[in-house]
């Protein structure tokens, strides 16, 4: 090949129909829709592949980093962003401790998390902040109560160290609307929540890089809600903080300056990569109706704690290390990875470090802080970024043509949409049509609740007092099902015994024996598997051999009228007789007395709830 030759050149460009058609040949007669397009929860379709030329109708493709409308990244240099890890805050002294032995462990943000504000005071402060050098580090502080006098002490003891205020960086995380939709009250009525708002917010400009406004737009995906409608609700709820506080008096550009978004990141890596990117589209769309190009939206982002479980907990890990890196890929100014344990006990000293260092290694390993906007020039990311932008965008009209978040949340209009939301995530993990490895899929059937787990932790669930004024938004585990059930096991005095009687169709008989062994391993049964037997009585035999609690029949839909019969009534009185599949003739034999089906449409949990009862375990 001539030197001065292309190698791209020697390949003749092939067009988006000779792709399509060549594709359709292999499917050989499949929709191509229904095979290859992906239909997500979040209203749209997403195409198998993406070409440049479906990047030709984006708007602002061609914006730089560090642009308006920011949807390349606020940053132009570099991706860099802060580790985070938060502390709670009882003993001010033992948390100061804490502080200086993981400052020098590479955490460059701190959350002091003060769980009784009635200790806010300077000197319970000098202690907290002593020895901690606040131009080096982000500080951000979360009190229910008293953030005006958090921010007086800050500036105080900024001014004794003699620190110029103009360096320091940080937040004091205010949300009310947030608060009021977690306890469904505020202890003031809200408009003096909003009036108190207003007062920190004016006050916090002797801090001009503190933040006051920390909207907890991660409390709705912890709910229960797709990333599309997370994002929706967070950008809905900006806009009515900046409605309420310029209609108090406070400028806009001062208002949006102390705004800052925290962001649940969940598994979904690619969508969630996009999120943050169409986040600040439309939240430089909010500001220009406001009035304001300049003010850059500033993003922390949150490992999700939905998703996370009990039950081969290390797999937590994979998870949170999916999510920390989408976080950093789409762009975010600091992130918390939440401890893999964090669902079942306090988080100890290992789960911290290991939770420090999976953004470690990003940062100083992969390098993932090197390039600014590093998805940019993917057509599929680009294309994804566009669609969950504008599906983002119609709900957050729709809420606003409802009179903005505020009346929505008044209304419970928002409230029913995130019920339905959940109520749709929880059926597609009840049937299994998402999964979570280790717990609703490939369990370890031997494996125990953790000795250190704390068990009223692990149940979930919240009460609330009567004089509520809004209908409140519930997080959950979306395992909380299983871990309930597997844990009623673990306490019985004898596990349950399943035996597999394969029978028939090998193919068959294998894949619904496989099927099997996980829907009971889910609840921690023991699963008595088979090669298959030659013939019915010689499954029966071993069947009632075995002494089994259940016995599951696992052959072809076109045998089961033949064998089933034979097999329940041989068991019939001795053990509970369960059908795996649902045939055609599943009425008929259901007439013959077997009322014991499972398949990929049952309801993993409702139904090992009634085995769990019919074997006298107690939930």
């Not at 509970?576 to 007395?593: F, N």
Request: glycine letters at 8%; charged letters at 25%; one cysteine or more.
């Amino acid at each position: 090949m001539n030197k001065a030759q292309k190698l791209f050149d020697q390949f003749p460009p092939v067009s988006t129909e000779a792709w399509k058609e060549l594709i359709i040949t292999d499917l050989k007669g499949a929709d191509f829709t229904k095979k290859l397009v992906w239909k997500t929860n979040m209203g749209f379709s997403v195409n198998p592949y993406y070409r440049a030329e479906d990047t030709d109708k984006l708007k602002y493709i061609n914006t730089l980093p560090g642009k308006f409308p920011f949807l390349r990244g606020t940053k132009t240099d570099d991706n860099s962003w802060l580790i985070r890890q938060d502390i709670l805050v009882r003993d001010f002294a033992e948390a100061n401790r804490k502080t200086l032995s993981i400052l020098g462990r590479g955490i460059d943000s701190l959350g002091f998390m003060i769980e009784d504000p009635a200790t806010v005071n300077i000197e319970n402060f000098r202690i907290l902040l002593n020895d901690i050098h606040l131009e080096a580090i982000e500080l951000n502080i979360l009190s229910n109560g008293k953030a005006k006098e958090i921010v007086d002490i800050i500036a105080f003891i900024a001014a004794e160290k003699g620190y110029d205020p103009n360096l320091l960086r940080g937040a004091v995380e205010a949300d009310p609307l947030g608060r009021l939709m977690l306890n469904g009250t505020l202890c003031l009525p809200v408009d003096k929540g909003l009036d108190y708002l207003a007062q920190l917010t004016s006050l916090s400009g002797q801090l001009p890089l503190f933040r006051t406004l920390h909207i907890n737009a991660s409390l709705f995906g912890n709910a229960g809600t797709s990333l599309t409608e997370e994002l929706a609700y967070g950008i809905a709820m900006g806009s009515e903080y900046m409605t309420q506080l310029t209609n108090r008096g406070i400028s806009s550009s001062l208002a949006a300056s102390k705004i800052r978004f925290s962001f649940g990141t969940g598994s979904d890596f690619f969508p969630e990569i996009a999120k943050l990117r169409a986040a600040r589209l439309l939240w430089s769309v909010v500001m220009k109706g406001f009035g304001i190009r300049d003010i850059k939206m500033e993003i922390h982002s949150v490992t999700a704690e939905w998703n996370k479980t009990v039950y081969d907990p290390y797999v937590n890990m994979l998870r949170t290390q999916t999510e920390a890196m989408a976080a950093v890929l789409g762009g975010t100014d600091s992130l918390t990875v939440l401890p893999f344990d964090k669902a079942f006990r306090n988080p100890d000293e290992f789960s911290e470090r290991i939770a420090r260092n999976q953004q470690l290694i990003l940062r100083e390993e992969a390098y993932f802080d090197k390039v600014a906007d590093p998805a940019a020039g993917s057509w599929y990311v680009e294309n994804l970024t566009n669609m969950i932008a504008d599906s983002a965008w119609k709900l957050f009209i729709e809420i606003d043509e409802k009179g903005g978040f505020l009346e929505g949340v008044q209304t419970g209009f928002i409230q029913k949409k995130i019920e339905a939301s959940a109520a749709s995530k929880r059926k597609d993990y009840a049937t299994r049509k998402s999964v979570l490895v280790g717990t609703s899929q490939f369990p370890d059937n031997r494996e125990t609740l953790s000795s250190s787990a704390d068990k009223s932790r692990i149940a979930g669930g919240r009460t609330f007092d009567q004089d509520i004024n809004v209908q409140p938004v519930v997080p959950f585990r979306i395992s909380e099902d299983f871990d309930k059930i597997r844990m009623a096991v673990n306490a019985a005095k004898k596990t349950p015994v399943v035996f597999l009687l394969t029978v028939g169709n090998l193919l068959m008989r294998n894949a619904r024996a496989k099927f099997s062994a996980g829907f009971f391993g889910c609840a921690g049964y023991t699963v008595i598997d088979n090669p298959g037997f030659d013939t019915v009585d010689e499954g029966i035999e071993a069947a009632l051999g075995s002494k089994a609690d259940i016995v599951v029949i696992c052959s072809a839909d076109a045998d089961y009228l033949c064998v089933a019969p034979q097999i329940f009534s041989a068991l019939k009185g001795k053990t509970i007789v369960v059908i795996a599949g649902d045939p055609a003739a599943s009425e008929e034999l259901r007439e013959k007395g077997m009322d014991q089906f499972i398949h990929m449409k049952t309801d993993v949990p409702a139904t090992l709830r009634v085995f769990n009862e019919l074997l006298g375990i107690k939930m």
